[in-house]
């Protein structure tokens, strides 16, 4: 229904759009050099105001009275069974809604039949009386823009502050959900350290990681919050990934941007970019299915013992999942370098090859270090692959051959789990602002290293 109002909105907006550019045609008559604004902009006008006006009712509405009426069927079933505990609420008005939509529910009773039947009515007027308000709050706003209409309306002028304003609001609202995703990340970081007694360093020089094995009454033992085991295995597969992705994508940029004739640029370069669209998933079944059994079985032909789950099955898997990234990036920066550079080059005598390794990869350093900095940031957020191919285990160990886990993969156990969330969101959440301390160092350096080389070739 919510997404069914919209487009009822969207289609009433539209045709005061239409009526409101028909009206400034009518009122230019045949000089239309008379209004202040084209057409075009009173009906742009009257759209964006009736949108915004229907949109925004549809919103407020919307999420107030469906909050106002949740709370009152809360209140119903305190009303009815007061001595019920806040989860055993939220079971019997999830079973109401399951009830109310003809579908099955864990329990039945006669509490739960009635909140359903109550559901089934206050549901559909909570629908209808949204749709109802937001389509009349449009037409208000439409109505009003048609009848201010007139020969000297700045429909232009208004029409470009609502956008730059709205422009405004959206950057507004991007800063604002960084400094909450930051904030919340600090907040829990925090209560984590409170929990461990602050102790800090034995959580970023531990070398046993079992955060909810010694969990009693909410407190987390210090001794096994060592986070030392994921972010060697973190670092162990994204090194392993990158030594593989880097070479072959920069390698294949190289190629397609300057010696691939193009035919062979025409279908190479999309058929590379498929990788692109493969599922982690298919990653990961490649990796654990294929791969893995290949290496166990080429490693006991020549007496290596490896691991049914490794980091280096793992990482070569992550690896070919980055080429993409890093080809497709590194080609197109590598095709921005202006053929001036490579004609002088030609002209003093260098070779192809000498051009593009003493003059187009410094120029096109830049672009190159951003995608592999974007391959790190795939490899280092990944979690699938290394759920299904490096194993789960906290392992501290530099060798590619052993079963391996990640910083992504423990803070899915622990969100996933089945311990209070209260208890396992410390450790994740701290994973998490750790992580994203140090990809925000690694860009700090990147960005230092780029603006260094920049300066040698503007």
């Not at 109002?5 to 005061?16: D, K, R």
Request: glycine content about 8%.
């Amino acid at each position: 229904m919510f997404g069914l109002t919209f487009l009822a909105v969207f289609a009433l907006s539209a045709l005061f759009y239409a009526l409101a550019r028909n009206k400034a045609a009518v009122l230019g008559g045949d000089t239309p050099r008379i209004l202040h604004s084209r057409p075009n902009y009173h009906g742009f006008l009257a759209f964006l105001l009736s949108a915004i006006a229907g949109i925004l009712v549809l919103l407020v509405v919307w999420v107030l009275w469906g909050a106002w009426i949740e709370s009152r069927f809360i209140a119903s079933i305190l009303d009815a069974q007061p001595d019920l505990s806040p989860i055993e609420v939220e079971l019997a008005l999830s079973d109401a809604r399951a009830l109310s939509e003809g579908g099955i529910a864990s329990r039945t009773d006669a509490l739960r039949e009635q909140v359903a039947r109550e559901i089934s009515g206050q549901t559909a007027l909570h629908h209808y009386g949204t749709m109802i308000l937001s389509l009349v709050a449009a037409a208000a706003a439409g109505l009003w823009c048609l009848r201010a209409s007139h020969v000297g309306w700045r429909a232009r002028n208004r029409s470009e502050t609502i956008i730059r304003r709205l422009l405004a609001l959206m950057a507004v609202i991007a800063v604002a959900t960084t400094a909450g995703i930051v904030l919340s990340l600090i907040f829990e970081t925090l209560n984590f350290f409170n929990n461990i007694d602050w102790q800090v360093h034995k959580f970023l020089f531990g070398t046993t990681w079992s955060p909810l094995s010694g969990v009693q009454e909410g407190k987390l033992d210090p001794d096994k919050v060592g986070a030392i085991p994921l972010f060697a295995g973190t670092l162990l597969i994204t090194v392993i990934a990158m030594l593989v992705a880097t070479p072959i994508g920069l390698f294949a940029a190289i190629y397609l941007s300057d010696f691939a004739s193009a035919g062979v640029r025409a279908w190479a370069k999309p058929m590379l970019e498929i990788l692109a669209g493969i599922p982690t998933v298919v990653y990961g079944f490649f990796a654990a299915i294929t791969l893995a059994p290949f290496l166990r079985n080429t490693g006991e032909s020549v007496g290596l013992s490896i691991a049914s789950e490794s980091a280096l099955a793992a990482g070569v898997v992550m690896g070919i999942m980055i080429i993409p990234f890093i080809s497709s990036l590194s080609d197109d920066v590598i095709n921005a370098v202006p053929q001036s550079l490579r004609d002088g080059s030609y002209g003093l005598g260098a070779t192809k090859a000498e051009t593009i390794r003493q003059v187009v990869l410094p120029a096109a350093l830049p672009g190159i270090v951003s995608a592999v900095l974007l391959g790190i940031s795939r490899a280092v957020g990944e979690t699938m692959i290394v759920v299904m191919a490096a194993g789960q285990g906290a392992n501290l160990t530099a060798n590619p051959l052993e079963a391996v886990t990640t910083v992504t993969v423990q803070i899915v156990m622990l969100i996933t789990g089945d311990t209070e969330a209260s208890t396992a969101a410390g450790p994740a959440f701290t994973l998490g602002f750790t992580l994203f301390c140090m990809t925000l160092l690694m860009n700090v350096v990147a960005q230092r290293i780029v603006r260094k080389y920049r300066e040698l070739y503007d």
